[in-house]
T-cell receptor
Framework: AQTVTQSQPEMSVQEAETVTLSCTYDTSESDYYLFWYKQPPSRQMILVIR??????QNATENRFSVNFQKAAKSFSLKISDSQLGDAAMYFC???????????FGKGTKLSVKP | EPEVTQTPSHQVTQMGQEVILRCVPISNHLYFYWYRQILGQKVEFLVS????????KSEIFDDQFSVERPDGSNFTLKIRSTKLEDSAMYFC?????????????FGEGSWLTVV
C-alpha cells in the first residue's frame, strides 16, 4: 500500500528566510503525482504545488519549489523568502496508478517568526 | 476562479441525529470526493464518486454514510445516526477527470461537531 511520511511535525523559520519541509513516500507505481497542500488556520486546503513523477524537472511556483528525488522517493518543499502568511499546516499528498484518491501525510506545522 | 463550495461551514448536532453536508463542485468537473479530518490528525479519504456512482470508498465509509448527487450541481454526504467520533472537518473536493494526473480542488470544509 502507498504511504506518505512527513517526519517533521513542526518547523519554524524567520521571516524572509528559506525553509525546507520533508516528505517521503512509498509506492510500487511508476506513474504518480505528488502535491503539497497548505492548510491555514481557516482550515481550507489550498494547493501549493504539484509534481508529475515522469518529469525530471522540479516544479516551481513563485517562492515555492520542490526537490523531487524519484529514486529516493523523496519530495521536499522549499519556501523561499518566507512570509508571515506562509504560517500554516503543510500536507504532502500522493495519487497514483489506478488509485483515484489522495493519500496524505500527517502534516508539518510551519511557524514564521517576524 | 471557480471553486468548490460547501454548506454548512459549521454544524452542531446531537448524537444519533442525521446530518447532510452539501457541496457544489466546480461546474465542469466530473469526479467528486469526500475527505475527513479529525482535529489534529491527517486528512483521510472517505469516498469518490464518478458517473453517478461510488467509484471508491475507504473502510471509514461504512453503512452509516451515503453520498448522492440529487441534481446537476449538488453533491451530498449523509451521515445517519451520528456518533461522537464523527466530529471532524469534512472536505468536499472535485477534479476534472478521474484518477491520477488531475489536481483535486478542495472546498473550505464543513466542521461537524457531535455532542
Amino acid at each position: 500500500a502507498q504511504t506518505v511520511t512527513q517526519s517533521q511535525p513542526e518547523m519554524s523559520v524567520q521571516e524572509a528566510e528559506t525553509v525546507t519541509l520533508s516528505c517521503t513516500y512509498d509506492t510500487s507505481e511508476s506513474d504518480y503525482y505528488l502535491f503539497w497542500y497548505k492548510q491555514p488556520p481557516s482550515r481550507q486546503m489550498i494547493l501549493v504545488i504539484r509534481q508529475e513523477a515522469y518529469k525530471q524537472q522540479n516544479a516551481t511556483e513563485n517562492r515555492f519549489s520542490v526537490n523531487f528525488q524519484k529514486a529516493a522517493k523523496s519530495f521536499s518543499l522549499k519556501i523561499s523568502d518566507s512570509q508571515l502568511g506562509d504560517a500554516a499546516m503543510y500536507f504532502c499528498a500522493y495519487i497514483g496508478g489506478s488509485q483515484g484518491n489522495l493519500i496524505f501525510g500527517k502534516g508539518t506545522k510551519l511557524s514564521v517568526k517576524p | 476562479e471557480p471553486e468548490v463550495t460547501q454548506t454548512p461551514s459549521h454544524q452542531v448536532t446531537q448524537m444519533g441525529q442525521e446530518v447532510i453536508l452539501r457541496c457544489v463542485p466546480i461546474s465542469n468537473h466530473l469526479y467528486f470526493y469526500w475527505y475527513r479530518q479529525i482535529l489534529g490528525q491527517k486528512v483521510e479519504f472517505l469516498v469518490s464518486f464518478y458517473n453517478n456512482e461510488i467509484s471508491e470508498k475507504s473502510e471509514i465509509f461504512d453503512d452509516q454514510f451515503s453520498v448522492e448527487r440529487p441534481d446537476g450541481s449538488n453533491f451530498t454526504l449523509k451521515i445517519r445516526s451520528t456518533k461522537l467520533e464523527d466530529s471532524a472537518m469534512y472536505f468536499c473536493a472535485s477534479s476534472p477527470r478521474p484518477f491520477s494526473g488531475n489536481t483535486i480542488y478542495f472546498g473550505e470544509g464543513s466542521w461537524l461537531t457531535v455532542v
